[in-house]
T-cell receptor, first 113, second 112 residues
């Protein structure tokens, strides 16, 4: 099993551009989530999904959209990139909500200039 | 709101030492607590998940303890090795388990 995969690994955007960060898992996990990691602030939850077609907001959802059309995929869309969105983004999956063991992808390092 | 604190932010020890990493949390109504390892430029790897009904969980040279009443968890690493150098993060669910709150991590360096 590949586990949780994320693409791209690195991305540079200009302010105002849009893009989609891809996340896929092959463990048949119902629950998937997106975090951003910033120095000194730890990981913060952006959005999460409890199954195909069901998503909800986390702690820092503004400027990001998600959808979940399949169990395997959970893409994160940046609508109009801002320098404040420069961060490392991690996708995670689990068999249950956040009281279950979380499996993380390798991350996408995003720079917005 | 759950708050998770890890002290110290960085720790450097010589190889072979036993060491303890600390994690404290404010909401004691947790289902469990997880410890993760993060290598530079990499994702998080789950090390141990300790349930609220447990007091300890062990995996190899790692032992995690959980004391809900005091709002503390510790990660004990025995006979440390240079390969243990990484950032260690703890995370606790909110009371509703609809969010996982992470500490900022302890960056461990084990010197040969």
């Amino acid at each position: 099993n590949a586990g949780v995969t994320q693409t791209p690994k690195f991305q540079v955007l200009k302010t105002g551009q849009s893009m989609t960060l891809q996340c896929a898992q092959d463990m048949n996990h119902e629950y998937m989530s997106w975090y951003r990691q910033d120095p000194g602030m730890g990981l913060r939850l952006i959005h999460y999904s409890v199954g195909a077609g069901i998503t909800d907001q986390g702690e820092v959802p503004n400027g990001y959209n998600v959808s979940r059309s399949t169990t395997e995929d959970f893409p994160l869309r940046l609508l109009s990139a801002a320098p404040s969105q420069t961060s490392v983004y991690f996708c995670a999956s689990s068999t249950g909500l956040f009281s279950y063991e979380q499996y993380f992808g390798p991350g996408t390092r995003l720079t917005v200039t | 709101k759950q708050e998770v604190t890890q002290i110290p932010a960085a720790l450097s020890v010589p190889e072979g030492e036993n060491l303890v990493l600390n994690c404290s949390f404010t909401d004691s109504a947790i289902y469990n607590l997880q410890w993760f390892r993060q290598d530079p430029g990499k994702g998080l790897t789950s090390l141990l998940l300790i349930q609220s009904s447990q007091r300890e969980q062990t995996s190899g040279r790692l032992n995690a303890s959980l004391d809900k009443s005091s709002g503390r968890s510790t990660l004990y690493i025995a006979a440390s090795q240079p390969g243990d150098s990484a950032t260690y993060l703890c995370a606790a669910p909110s009371g509703s388990a609809r969010q996982l709150t992470f500490g900022s991590g302890t960056q461990l360096t084990v010197l040969p």
